[in-house]
């Protein structure tokens, strides 16, 4: 690689007898005309619960352990308060689907508050806001009740609230209240539920699905929490891939995400043991997914389970029968109108119309966990079936190996790509080399480890340009290249399973960290053309990479570049009829930039750039991203 770019060179030189100044450095002259169409939905978000970023991250809920769901019985997140003894309880379940609940025994002779707390997912985030509180009780009790939330701590009081609460032995009681709360300094709270220890002395009292939320995203019940999805919203992305990723797939066939397991109400939500070692309350189900894609505008891609679990068996053969027909089912549950059976359904969980559903994907990497050589097999059957009954869908394999020969016509094709810096620049040109009569997808991307295979904790900047060099890649091939998304996408920082990710928050107040990957799929998916335009240079692609576009009311041309190289490069670039812009650098010239929980060390700046003598003459430290938005 050169390392002395002749862009360095700075010089005078006299022509025609006047002095003039000249700036050498990569000429880039770009086509105000031709190019491809660029994928209107490029650039999206892949979701699933891992880390705890749907339980304890993005969605609202704030109690851990809330309805006592999964293979463990445990008290995860609870404490007595007071004389209290807890136990999870088997004999008084709330319902078919949520079969224990907490029960609170209160010693003979006892007086004053007895309770509980619960800690939240590694703490509670307390912001001057309105709580939603709900609860059900079961016992005798004819007294007060107060919910607090108190620094763990501190001891602080942010929130009490005392109601009056009539309960019986005989069924559970459902309760529900409001209250605000002041501002904590930290995340590090407890909820707590208190109660008169006299009026139940010598007996006990049930609890069970405990739910506590602050405001919502567009205000809704059992939304998501608000910060976490504006931080999203600032990614401009187009799409939302869910539930997974291997959070689909199962440790086992029957430990698959079940799609009819997390749609009603919540007693009708009986949990499950998450792909990724804990408990998935399924708050966030199938509903909720589609609602979060129409609150914030994105295309829903469902990924469907199609006979392979991480640790098998793999269903194969007519064994496959009734998981297609289950996806068939999931399908009409999802699109199919108020006659059918489960459009019926649908509505009465209280969403009469069809979700916008345009894209299936078949599995999850169906070319690992020894699911390569029956994928041709299972695909075709979820396939047929599918594309039958619905020939309106996008079916997307969840693999580009492995497929069927030949392959249906107007399937896409998911590739994901997690990788050492290096390869990931190698792949630059991967996608100008594809056969292109099938659209790719890359809906999971990360540059996770240096070259000599040491992981990277946080994305630092020498990785978000790699992975910039790579999105310049799919940029210029996005007339086939149809989704990209980078992955993980949340990670709440107390439970780490896997680095580097996009968003890493906790429960403190502003620990949502836009990471330096952050920026760059920030960068690339605000500033988005329609047409892919060409691009003559006197230099090859390496160190700096580029891509141009024009947006799709013509009114401004975007040049995305990446420096991936430890010295400083300029470059002029000539765009005919376009004169002044924006330039926004992303860059503080070290590769080890980054941003994590501790510390912000680097965010893009933008600055006015006008044109000089018909070129644009812009600077990219080592180790840039940056964008030139021209008109
Ligand atoms: O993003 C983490 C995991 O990586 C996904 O669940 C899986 O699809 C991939 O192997």
Redesign the pocket.
Known sequence: MALISKSLVCCLFLMFGQLVSSVTGLELSVSTSGGNESSSILYGL?F?D?QHSGDGGIHGQLLQNNGFQGPNITLVAYDAIGDATLAVDTENPLSTAITRSLKVSVPEGASGEVGFSNAGYWGIPVNEDEYWNSFYIKGDYNGPITLRLVGAASGTVYASNTINVVSNSSEFSYIETKYTANQAPDGNNLWTLSFNASSVAGSELYFDLFQLFHSTFNNRTNGLKPGIVDVLTGLNPSFLRFP????LEGWTPDSRWKWNETIGPLTDRPGRNG?WGYTNTDALGLNEYFLWAHDMNLVPLLGVWDGLSLNGPIITGDALDPYVDDVLNEIEYIIGDTSTTYGALRASHGFPDPWPLTHVEIG??DH?HNGGPTYAERFTAFYNAINSAYPQLTIITSTPLYLPDPKPAGIWLDW?L?STMGYMVEQFNKFDNVDRAFPWVVT?YACTKWNNGTNVPYPIMQSSVAEAVFMIGIERNSDIVKMAAY??LLQLENYTQ?TPNLIPFNQNPNSIIKTTSYYVQQLFSTNRGATILPVTSDEGFNPVYYVASLSSDNSTYYVKLANYNGTAQDVNITIDGASSGKFTLLSNGSPLATNDLTETQITPQTSSVEATDGKFQVHLPAWTVALLAAS
């Open positions: 892949m699933e891992y997974g990723g291997n959070n792909s999850n990497e690992l994901h997690y999971e992955a993980p896997w």
